[in-house]
Structures are given as structure tokens and as C-alpha cells.
């Protein structure tokens, strides 16, 4: 993207969950929004931490671990979405990719996999993550850019 945030988001941009900076707010410095982005887990089910482990700048992480008893106890699943984000400070954009996976397990054996569902026992809704983060590095006057790779 090209010139200042917020020009040249189309259609197709705001359909994949691209925003432009808040219109009237110049954009901060990378490390103001890096901290404000830092602290929004607190408190939630879900954490953002340093990303240099997958090879970005952030990273939300919401695991959950479902057990299941009865029948079949001593099995169990759990399951992580990552919201993976880099920033580019010469755009002021934060492009960001979502990933979903899970690994099962049975005692004394585990098989991971990847999997678009997210298994049973709990709720999950991806904007509960994706909507703060957006809305935080929107409000800092940075666009938040779908990136399918990063």
C-alpha cells in the first residue's frame, strides 16, 4: 500500500478484515504501539508475547486444552489460534495471518494435526482476539493489513 494509511483499501481489503488507520490520527512510533498491543491480553483467555519464535514482530496465542472424560478419558485435544503480526513502519501498517491448529492426545500417545475445527467443549470466537488488536493498532493510527504470508 501506497501513501498514507487508509489509501488504496478496496473492497477485496475490507472482505479479508483489512482497516485503515483511524482517519485523523497520526500514526505513533512501532515501539508506543508494540506496548499498547503488548497489554491487551491481560486479563483474557488469550496472551500477545514477542513473536521472534515464528519468525514475527507479535503473536496472540489463545490455547485451549479439552479433556474428555467417560469413555474415552485419558484422551483429550488441544487447541491453539494465532494471530501472527509484522509490523512495517514505513507503511504504518501491521499485516497480520491467522492460524489455527490442534493436536489430540490418549495417554502415552499424542497425533497432531491441523484442523479448521476447533473441537468441542468450550466457546471460541476469533473476533474476541482479532477485534481488540484491530481496533488497538487502527486507534494508533496504524492500518491492520491481512497478510497471507508474512
Known amino acids: 500500500m501506497s501513501g498514507p494509511p487508509g489509501v488504496g483499501m ?76 509484522k509490523f512495517d513502519p514505513a507503511a504504518h501498517e501491521v499485516r497480520h495471518n491467522n492460524q489455527q491448529s490442534s493436536a489430540s492426545w490418549r495417554t502415552g500417545a499424542s497425533s497432531a494435526n491441523r484442523s479448521p475445527s476447533a473441537g468441542p467443549g468450550y466457546s471460541f470466537s476469533s473476533s474476541d482476539m482479532t477485534d481488540p488488536l484491530r481496533d488497538t493498532v487502527t486507534g494508533h493510527g496504524w492500518g491492520w493489513k491481512t497478510a497471507f504470508k508474512l
Open 10 to 85: 478496496g473492497l477485496f481489503d475490507k472482505l479479508i478484515g483489512s482497516r485503515p488507520g483511524q482517519p485523523g490520527i497520526a500514526p505513533v512510533p512501532a515501539g508506543d504501539l508494540r506496548a499498547a498491543l503488548l497489554v491487551l491480553g491481560d486479563g483474557e483467555p488469550w496472551q500477545v508475547r514477542d513473536g521472534a519464535d515464528h519468525g514475527c514482530d507479535l503473536v496472540a496465542e489463545w490455547q485451549i486444552a479439552v479433556e474428555r472424560h467417560g469413555a474415552s478419558s485419558g484422551q483429550g485435544r488441544k487447541t491453539a489460534f494465532l494471530i501472527k503480526m
